[in-house]
């Protein structure tokens, strides 16, 4: 594949061979080329100059800030199809979810720019006469996006829209598979900045390529009091106890081995066009996506052989041409992970469907394959491990209860879901004693979570960490004050004081 041109349309000249990471496409394993890496031994250099940019951005007004997002979302539509095109050819997923991807960009942009001017806080009553009490939100300093390769750009953008309004810069590691991407991002940023005008300090947003060891400088940096990062929960719980050590702040969107309950009363042709999306779109390499499909013992035998229609239907290829639904595994890696798991299953007496090499003579390195399902006689621990691939593990259920417990029962908790029309079991999923997950969904699958909502959520981390809702409060800090207008002091007003040592 020749992709010179786009790569220069977005500002991307790449040397031909040379040191530094080498980019190959997992659509037909080309070389795209060679990025240069930054050291870890850089990374002390890179948060300093980052310091000194948020000190002056800390200092213009929000809504000003908010005025630089409103122009990198200008050039992102631009750009959004030869960027779109980017991530399909960089990450492998489908043209459309690839643009998808960049609207989720566009619309975070559109959420932060109206985020600027709400950045408020609370006024207290304070219980001493002639004395007011109000919180304000401040800027907080450096904030560090550790991005995963399957979500190339929009992880990035969740993040670095609202640190901006909320007076952050961003230092941005992207996956080592995914780099021409973020420096994709980054001139169509500067593009952004040379618009907005002097305001702009330098180095808002620094990109650096590389392997482990320059994340992990960056989760030690003491001058990054923020660092979200986007992985599985091993890397989660790594971040989180480094990061933790020097008290700063981890904002974290993990692993998600979700499921779907089909209930007794569900919409079957919606299920199915539901299930088929979730659990093979983009290859089964959403942190979404659908992993654990748990039916109503009486509905099972009418739901299977449509699901496995479906599925036999699929159209598998190339995820640049029009037409494809599921594009490559991202490496051979990946390819050998989903066939370990496969084998696991057999081994805890599953049934397979799918799951092979696809088309290995058009492409032979590349790693397509066919999705799986696999009719599962217990949740076994294969199952309840998240294998970034497309295999969605099929449970019986009998009692509601059962089969909550059994969605529960894993230790990731991003999505879920349940399809029925009985109102008493949607909202018994929906309530304190239902799903467990950061995301609970009623007649919709796991995935394509929308700006709004705070993204992730996580049960091992917390609840909701990016994207929408209050999440903006992540990237800064409270300082509540006490101001005193009164004539009198407090002791003389009766007010008693208690001095601490």
């Known amino acids: 594949m020749q992709h010179s041109d786009l790569l220069s349309r977005l500002g991307l000249e790449l040397p031909a061979g040379g040191s530094g990471l080498a980019v190959r496409s997992p659509v037909d394993g080309a070389s795209l080329g060679t990025v240069p890496v930054t050291a870890a031994s850089e990374i002390p250099d890179i948060a300093a100059r980052s310091q000194r940019a948020f000190e002056a951005w800390r200092n213009v007004p929000a809504p000003r800030r908010g005025e630089l997002v409103r122009l990198l979302g200008e050039e992102l539509r631009a750009a959004k199809e030869d960027l779109g095109r980017l991530v399909t050819l960089e990450m492998g997923k489908i043209v459309q979810e690839g643009l998808g991807e960049v609207q989720e960009m566009i619309d975070i942009c559109d959420f932060a720019v109206g ?20 919180e304000t939100w401040h800027p907080m300093g450096p904030c560090a996006v550790i991005s995963a390769f399957n979500f190339p750009v929009a992880v990035w953008s969740w993040n670095a829209a609202l640190a901006l309004v909320c007076g952050d810069p961003v230092i941005w590691k992207p ?9 994709a991002c980054q001139r169509i940023f500067e593009r952004a900045v040379a618009r907005f005008g002097s305001d702009a300090p330098a180095d808002l947003l620094i990109v650096v390529n590389g392997g482990r060891d320059v ?9 990054v009091p923020i660092v979200s990062a986007t992985g599985s929960t091993r890397m989660g719980r790594e971040v989180s106890v480094k990061v933790a050590e020097r008290f700063g ?6 692993g998600g081995n979700n499921a779907m309950i089909v209930a007794p009363t569900a919409d079957l042709e919606m299920a199915v066009r539901a299930i088929v999306f979730s659990a093979v779109g983009t290859c089964g390499q959403r942190c979404t996506t659908l992993r654990r499909l748990i039916v109503h013992k009486d509905v099972r035998d009418a ?7 479906a599925y036999a239907s699929v159209s598998i290829g190339n995820p640049l041409e029009a037409g494809v639904l599921v594009g490559p595994l991202n490496d051979k890696g990946a390819f050998e992970g989903m066939q370990r798991a496969l084998e696991q299953a057999k081994a805890d007496g599953g049934v397979v469907t799918g799951g092979e090499r696809a088309l290995a003579d058009q492409y032979a390195d590349a790693w397509y394959v066919k999705p799986a399902i696999v009719e599962m006689p217990a949740q076994t621990d294969i199952v309840r491990h998240e294998t970034f ?12 209860e059962e089969a909550i417990a059994l969605q529960n029962a894993v230790p990731q908790g991003l999505s879920s879901c349940i399809f029925t029309t009985d109102i008493r079991e949607a909202e018994t999923f929906l309530s304190a004693a239902g799903s467990d997950c950061g995301i609970a ?24 960490r990016e994207s929408g809702s209050d999440s903006w409060k992540a990237y800064m ?3 509540t004050a006490t101001v005193n207008y009164s004539k009198a002091l407090p002791l003389a007003q009766g007010i008693k004081f208690e001095i601490m040592g």
């Open 115 to 134: 985020l600027s001017r709400q950045l408020y806080g609370l006024t207290i009553a304070s219980e001493r006469p002639g004395h007011a009490m109000r």
């Open 175 to 183: 996956s080592e598979k995914t780099p021409l991407t973020a420096l």
């Open 215 to 223: 994340g992990e400088a960056l989760v030690a940096s003491p001058l």
């Open 249 to 254: 702040r981890s904002i974290l969107e993990l």
């Open 303 to 309: 739901l299977l052989p449509r699901l496995k229609a």
């Open 389 to 400: 691939a497309p295999i969605l593990y099929v449970l019986t259920y009998e009692t509601l």
């Open 441 to 464: 969904n009623v007649n919709i699958g796991p995935s394509g979570a929308e700006i709004g909502g705070a993204f992730g959520g996580e049960k091992e981390t917390g609840g909701g």
């Open 477 to 479: 800090r409270r300082q």
